[in-house]
């Protein structure tokens, strides 16, 4: 593995840190799968800065084109990720009979899912450097 990959690991650590955390306290006032909807943006802010400043070294880009194809990638993965996190959470989990903090251990599952595919977007799309 790179270092660039473990930077990546780390930064999407703590944004999927966040993206749990929101989601908790979001379930508080609405659905679970509402909450996993809207912890989205909140995390993705916070790993599109971690990304672009410790990870890809992107601050000389165009901020809000790097943010976009940031959204761009991010919105694929958070379909994946909340179909992971409500099927396990819905159905799989509990037909194995699974229940402790079932939808704790679905959504973080469903958070790490999209993890190389989404290095290898932003290291190709979101924040490449064009060569003249």
């Known amino acids: ?10 930064a999407g650590a703590i944004a999927a840190t966040v993206n749990i955390v929101a989601r908790i306290l979001l379930n508080y006032v ?10 989205f943006p909140i995390a993705l802010t916070v790993g599109f800065f971690l990304n672009r400043h410790y990870v890809f070294d992107a601050d000389t880009g ?5 943010y ?6 991010n919105l694929v993965a958070l379909g994946h990720v909340w ?26 599952i469903g958070v790490a899912s999209p993890i190389f595919t989404s290095y290898f977007l932003h290291k190709f799309f979101t924040f490449r450097t064009r060569r003249i």
């Open 68 to 73: 976009a194809r940031f959204l761009m990638v």
């Open 30 to 39: 609405v659905p679970f799968e509402v909450a996993v909807a809207l912890a």
């Open 83 to 108: 179909v992971i996190s409500v099927g396990l959470a819905g159905w799989v989990l509990p037909a194995i009979g699974y229940d402790y903090h079932r939808e704790l251990v679905a959504h973080a």
């Open 62 to 66: 165009a901020v809000g084109g790097q």
């Open 1 to 10: 593995m790179t270092s660039r990959f473990l930077l990546f690991l780390v």
